[in-house]
């Protein structure tokens, strides 16, 4: 099933997500629409806020499609290492049509569970490490954006209210 994306503005983004205790089935099915939810719209990676589940899974896959063995699912994810840097263009789904500068890590090891609540570390660079700390910073109710300066935000900010008023941001 794809779920529509729930975009800025909406609490479930900046509330942080609660803690997964109970690895089944449904959790399997919300992973699969997950995935399905992010191709649909596009994108390399999602957090289950992003379709208004509060819960801490995140699912990344910076192939998009081209290699099966990309795919990463993320359960109650941690970030347990960051080093060196990089600057790049950074975007989300959540806020359409909107990119900016970002400084992050070029180097990030995350921890996380898998499906079957299996604990393992995860280690990406470059466009994955950042991934890794947009969607992990998702389940912590924060986005991007929390990364650019005031200035800059102020002004993504009136445009996003100007969309809203003519009901271009839904
Ligand atoms: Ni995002």
């Known amino acids: 099933m794809i779920y529509p994306i729930v975009k800025y503005g909406d609490a479930v ?3 942080p997500a609660q803690t997964i205790t109970e690895f089944n089935q449904d959790l399997k099915k919300l992973v699969e629409d997950m995935f399905e939810s992010m191709y649909a719209a596009h994108g390399v990676g999602l ?4 379709i208004g589940v509060g819960k801490r899974i995140a699912v990344i896959d910076v192939t998009f499609k ?3 063995n990309a795919k990463l699912v993320l359960i109650n994810p941690e970030i347990i290492k960051r080093e060196g840097k990089q600057r790049s263009q950074e975007g989300c789904l959540s806020l359409p049509d909107f990119r900016e500068d970002v400084t992050r890590a070029n180097v990030v090891t995350v921890r996380a569970q898998d499906q079957e609540g299996k604990w393992f570390e995860h280690t990406g660079e470059e ?3 950042r991934a890794l700390l947009h969607e992990t910073e998702h ?3 924060r986005l991007y954006i ?5 200035l800059k935000r102020d002004i993504m900010k009136r445009k996003i209210k100007k969309l809203m008023r003519a009901g271009e941001w839904t």
């Open 13 to 15: 983004l900046e509330t």
């Open 47 to 50: 957090a289950a806020p992003q």
């Open 66 to 68: 081209e290699d099966p």
């Open 127 to 129: 466009l994955l490490a």
């Open 139 to 141: 389940l912590e109710g």
């Open 146 to 150: 929390s990364h650019i300066s005031a």
